[in-house]
């Protein structure tokens, strides 16, 4: 496993982060309209949905819900990578 060092730096923070952070009101439903805005003009509407969820949820996953609240009013450079890696996993919705 190529990325087994970076597991077992992160096994400790696991466990004191909570499960997965809540978006401020709206914040979620807007996230989610952007991407699908973006991501339509390449893909079938029903795939970028599906790929706008997965990335929402795994978002929630991975930021804190200051984090959350800060990506809805802009996001750095750090944050804009953080995003990106996050939603790889949600790249084969796009596929179908």
């Known amino acids: 496993m190529r990325y087994r060092h970076l597991l077992i730096l992160a096994t400790p923070f696991a466990f004191a982060l909570p499960a997965s952070a809540d978006w401020p009101t709206g914040a979620r439903t807007g996230f989610v309209a952007e991407c699908m805005e973006n991501s339509q003009a390449s893909h079938q509407a029903e795939r970028a949905k599906a790929f706008c969820?997965?990335?929402?949820?795994e978002a929630s996953n991975e930021f804190s819900e200051a984090?959350?609240?800060?990506?809805?009013?802009?996001?750095?450079?750090?944050?804009?990578?953080?995003?990106?890696?996050?939603?790889?996993?949600?790249?084969?919705?796009?596929?179908?």
Do not use: F
Request: aromatic share 0%.
């Open 67 to 96: 984090e959350l609240e800060q990506m809805s009013r802009g996001m750095n450079r750090e944050m804009e990578q953080r995003l990106i890696e996050t939603a790889r996993s949600c790249a084969p919705k796009l596929e179908g």
């Open 53 to 57: 969820e997965c990335a929402a949820d």
